[in-house]
Structures are given as C-alpha cells and as structure tokens.
C-alpha cells in the first residue's frame, strides 16, 4: 500500500452470507468510488497490489471483495446455477454498493467481473453509477473459451488447486468447481447476456488483450456495435486474458485517464444543462 493510504478490511453482510472486503479510503472528496469486480477464479487478494496503485494514481476511494464462495467469503452451495452472474448483477453486486455505502462509483470488471458489471449497469437503474471499466469481457460463450476452461480443469489436479489455495483457503474448490462446471455445462453454451448492453447509459472504457486465451476480438465488437453508451476500446499487444497484470502500467495509466474523463463530462454537465435551458 501507498504511504499514508487509509485500508480498512472485514465483512460486508449480504444476502446468502458474509463477503470479505478492502476498502482503501479516497484522497480526494469528489472522486468516484472504483469497486473491484474479480474474474472467476479471482478474490480480494488475488488482484495484489493492483486496487492500490489504482486508489493512488485515480485518488479514488477503492472497495474490492470477494463474491461468496471465494477468498474468505462465505462458502455457497455447488452447483452454481447457469444464471450465477445474472444474480450477481442484478442482486448481489446491489446489496454489496448499499452495504458499503457507495456513493458515485464506476464498476472495475475483469472477466466474469466484467460480464457481472455489464449485467448490473444494463439491468439496473442506479444514479450513482458514473461509468464501466470492462477488462476482458464476455458477453456470449466461444468454443475457444470452453477450450481453456477445460485446460483449466485439467491442471486443476496438478498444482493449481494448491496456487489457488494461497487465495481461497477452504474455499479454493468452491471457487474453482462454482466456475469451471458452470462453464463446462452444455447448457452453458448458449449463455449470452447481449440483451444487457443496449441498457447501458454510462460512458465505457474496454480493455482487451490480443493474445487473450478464453475470448476473442468478437466479444469486443459486440460490445461496441450494441452498447448504449460511448465505448472507448484499447487493444493490448503481448497481453493475454488479464490486463491488469500481463500490461499493468497501460491498464492503470487508461484507467486514470479513463476517471479523470468522467470527472471533466461531470464537470460540465450542469453547463450545458444552463444553456441548453
């Protein structure tokens, strides 16, 4: 953590359990809030030191947790249902914002993460939310995904479940069984949330590694011919499914110019209001 930074950890009370969260307080007092939406496999830990140096460069109030069922959150009962992201955006991610009393925020989403943000923002009318950061996004099923997933499932046996153990502790099967056969059902195939993104209303920064290994160039053109909002792309060469880590400078850095832009149109909104009266 940054010298100076405020970090407050524990538990926020939710429907179906407890979630662990950090909570790194803002440095300046009409930022928006940044909350930390972590990919299927992911928990608060997991992102490292990633929120942090985002709190420091945005000066942005930072809240990052773990959904139930990773980290050190509550367990949840297995199989997760097909529709699991659809309750998180719509139910969950809701409770968490209230729990943590989150005023203004923008939605920091990486892989599942991001298909959550994606789900919340374009299934639920919420005047806080000020715009989308979508890291690696999935909006429909690709074969390509199913490939790596059961590559996944493959190693899990052989030295993953102990790597994963690190983060998750007893929950480390929860976490991987809850994704990797969610995915890996047939049913799941056809799964598909792009009647959410005509929904959202909030400027969209989308963030897309070329080399990514579960999702290709089509879920990012998908995105951007059907999205309700501006969307403002940025391509990353040698960067695979997890920017944040694979080109965390150039993540950090578009998510810094990505805030201060949301400040500026919220700047000269009640302008252009004035003269458009």
Known sequence: MAEGEVVARGFLDIPGGRVEYVDIEARRDDAPALVFLHEGLGCVGLWKDFPATVAASTGCRVLAYSRLGY?????????????????????????VLDA????????????DGASIAIIHAGGVRDARRDGLVLMAPHVFNELLSVSSI??????????????????????????????????????FLDWNIEEYLSGIDVPVLLVQGRDDEYGTLAQVEAIE???GSTVQTMLLDDCGHSPHRDREASTREAITAFVSSIDQRREAAPIAGSRAG
Not at 73 to 78: G, H, I, M, Q, Y
Not at 100 to 111: L, Q, T
Not at 161 to 181: I, K, M, P, Q
Request: charged fraction near 25%; charge should be neutral; hydrophobic fraction near 35%.
């Open 150 to 187: 059961e590559k996944a499932r493959d190693v899990y046996g052989h030295g993953l479940r102990d790597r994963l153990a690190r983060y998750h502790g007893d929950n480390v099967d929860c976490a991987f069984r809850g994704w990797n056969d969610a995915w890996l059902d047939p049913g």
């Open 225 to 227: 011919r059907q999205c």
């Open 71 to 95: 980290g050190g959150s509550d367990p949840v009962a297995l199989p997760r249902p097909l529709t699991y992201m659809h309750h998180e955006g719509l139910e969950l991610l809701p409770a």
């Open 100 to 111: 943590a009393r989150i005023g203004r925020y923008i939605a920091v989403g990486h892989s």
